[in-house]
């Protein structure tokens, strides 16, 4: 049975540009003050307070984030909602954090230059992301490091080890080093797979890659009706190999990466002229 598939599920033909700019503005209206309220929460209000008080804060302002920009959320599988967990996931778009933020908060890894983004930045910062810088030799290191602390208070931490966004039909190769605290601490390992949807039918429409803006991505996500993610979490996983022993980070990483892939891949049945480019990739976070 083939998935039905879009590269561009929106066009003139279907959608008037005066109701496209109509939606835009309304939403606008609603995120701008929404935006702020996160802003002084992440500044004034969530240093200063506990940590489950912090999370369900956290949960309840992504929800509204999420609700604002028109996208429905439909989980499947069962999250792991208590004590120290690792997911990892495809990426897709900036809003992938904020998606599984509303179900559980947790600690992302992200580049540092995520930090220095006006507004996105700001606030993935005051929600505890654990910042990496690739030009530094011990840049792992240290997160790794901040990782195990963050396993240590049973919190969620949460990886996109493919480095950027894709379109969302395959599964880049990961980089399995930022596995390793999850491995060397014995913590489970859920691979969480992402299948944006436009009115019901699997696309890319949603996904934040290449060269756009932040703004145009917003301006088309926004502006539009039928949006909806299927969050897929998968099977915990061990660290232990079919033969008893322990797996490698390489191993490990392998094993999600074909995880994964079965939840996202296009079958082959799908018509070549419907297949977007897989080999598109943009530069969120890692």
Known sequence: ????????PESSATTSPVLHTLRFLARTCMLLPWLAWGLLAVTFVLPCIRLSVRQRMIRFWSAGLVRICGMRVHVHGTPCRSGAVMWVANHVSWIDIFVLNQLRPAAFVAKSEIRRWPVIGWLVAGAGTLFIDRQQRQAVQKVGQDIAVRFARGEAVGLFPEGTTTLGWDVLPLHASLLEPARQYGVIVQPVAFCFKYRGVRSSYAAFVGEESLVGNLWRIMGTTGLAVDVHYLK???????????????ELGQDVRLALQQAVCVPPAV???NQPDSGTAGTVSG
């Open 271 to 273: 018509s070549p002229e």
């Open 236 to 250: 915990p996983m061990g660290h232990l190999t079919r033969s008893g022993r322990s797996a490698t980070r390489q």
């Open 1 to 8: 049975m083939s998935v039905p598939v879009s590269s561009a």
